[in-house]
């Protein structure tokens, strides 16, 4: 088991370099002088150079790489160059909504996705299984700001149930916050399900087709009983894996539904950051979420032994 | 039998597989609907000028007024004619979709064959592609499209890139599954190799999962490109595109939901039945599927 853990934990080293080296070569193989940019239309050429040593630009490429790794490994991933503020601080003042969006449409998620799954497998082929796979392809086709909007309309503006936008920190009381993202996790959620709701569905089609299901039956288990306990079971590692997978889709849906729903947290960040071309935001901001990818694949890689005794050995 | 007998054969079958799939599909009326609705957005796109007015006109004496013979479906906060824009907008969400679906193709069977062939190479392939995928596709699109020029170019090629690697890794996963068979073993016993190998019969096995995957690419890509109009990081708010529309229609939204339904049930349509025909056609390729008949 530890030597498993030991492996993945070595396993992601290199890809995170090479995220970092990825992420670095997009900002800075762009074309256009960022400091002439940054410094304004107005700026005069002391300006300009000012700007440029700040930001080591001058330096070449692979020196201006390793300041900012180096820097970046003791958490410092520079200063944004529109408030002057650190990146590092930047992203901690915003997390609180983007965690607390994500783990409520992660909730959401997994309470709307598994259950239609698992019937849909139950009653594979019947008019149920086809009704929740025609709501799963809907479901990932219809983009999560057109979700969002129908939602806000309904909810918001007409039976003015929850808020049209905005987001209620968690000081506020936690009933406060939940309200005030209810709707754009139902948004997220919808999007997100839909995809493991296809898988788990697969997944179990597949467990209940196996000759443990078959030993189950005979020995008279309640359906109840082979389907939770059994299948289930046995579908667990597909279904943890796509979620994994699925939170990439969920982070790009964060920066989209934080924008609709004008909520402050790391995707509005984001794409503040990009508009104005505050590079080291930019950067620092896709390296944070890059990193929690890579960290949330190897906590599932991790439960897979969870699923899976084979996986301890 | 002799292994010529044999290779040949193996060919033969997979020439009926696509036949046969050709026919399980035609035979099925969601695919056929589906495709029907896919056709009429093309001719949309193609024969825009015929349908529709001009696309970009400002006219402010008339902004955000109802439907009338000039606008069928009213007119926008600049008074231009929401219909045109509508119609016009379904030439950028194909464009991206099928040119991206074509680039990720190219270069993820050729690199995903590559990949599954060289032992070394396909090693380092590998790896980019997990360190590519480890970055979220929209953040990569949304800071490639913003920093680059704004232009549609600008915007297929950030949608592609992360596309790329989803292709190379579903392109090698079958070359590898090939490699394995004996027609194969067969095929480099009697002297194939190299390119004839490749073009014979490790490439016409790529062909189904890869068409169904260009589909699902086709379809993330409207979206991605919809997406980055809507946040204002596409192509210039003038050329219209749905995601745009909805940029612009975010402020009277209260008042003119109108001006958000129209560009949002296109895009949603168009995704939708390119998603279908995604999944008709990954369902056509699968034998133990087209076995159970039509669903």
Known sequence: MLGYVLGRLLAAIPIFILVAIFIFSLVHLTPGDPAVLLAGDNANPQQVEKIRERLHLDEPLIVQFGIWAGNALQFDLGESIYSNKPVTQLIAQRIQPTFVLAAVTLFLTVAIAVPLGVIAAWRANGWIDRGIMAFAVLGFSVPVFVIAYLLVYFFAVSLRWFPVQGYKPLSNGLLTTLHSVTLPSIALALVFAALIARVTRAAMLEALSENFTRTARAKGLGTFRILVIHALKSAGIPVITVIGIGFATLVGGVVVTESVFNIPGIGRLTVDAITRRDYPVVQGVILFFSALLILINLLIDLSYALFDPRVKG | ?295
């Not at chain 2, 129209?262 to 369902?283: A, C, F, H, Q, W």
Request: one cysteine or more.
């Open chain 2, 1 to 295: 039998m002799s292994v010529y007998d044999q290779v040949s054969a193996t060919r033969g079958r997979q020439g009926g597989r696509i036949s046969a799939a050709a026919g399980y599909l035609a035979a099925n009326p969601a695919t056929a609907i589906c495709f029907g609705v896919l056709l009429l957005f093309v001719l949309m796109a193609v024969f825009a000028p015929l349908i529709a007015g001009d696309p970009v006109k400002i006219d402010p004496a008339q902004r955000l007024t109802g439907p009338s013979a000039s606008a069928y479906w009213g007119r926008d906060h600049l008074g231009r004619d929401v219909f045109a824009r509508a119609v016009y907008g379904s030439r950028m969400s194909l464009l991206v979709g099928f040119s991206v679906a074509a680039i990720a193709t190219v270069f993820g069977v050729a690199i995903g064959i590559y990949a599954g062939m060289s032992r070394i190479g396909g090693a380092i392939a590998m790896r980019l592609v997990d360190a590519m995928m480890a970055i979220p596709a929209i953040l990569l699109a949304i800071a490639f499209a913003a920093l680059m020029d704004a232009g549609i170019l600008t915007v297929i090629i950030a949608i592609s890139i992360p596309e790329i690697p989803r292709m190379v890794r579903l392109v090698r996963s079958v070359v590898l599954g090939v490699r394995q068979q004996p027609y194969v073993a067969a095929a480099i016993s009697i002297g194939t190799g190299g390119l004839p190998l490749v073009w014979r019969h490790i490439l016409p096995n790529t062909l189904g999962p890869v068409l169904v995957q260009a589909t699902y690419a086709c379809a993330s890509a409207i979206i991605t490109s919809a997406v980055l109009s809507f946040l204002g990081v596409g192509t210039s708010p003038e050329v219209p595109s749905w995601g745009g529309m909805m940029a612009d229609a975010r402020s009277f939204f209260r008042i003119h939901p109108e001006l958000m339904v129209y560009p949002g049930v296109l895009l949603s349509l168009l995704v939708l039945v390119v998603n279908v025909l995604g999944d008709r056609l990954s369902d056509a390729l699968d034998p133990r599927k087209m076995v159970r008949g039509s669903v």
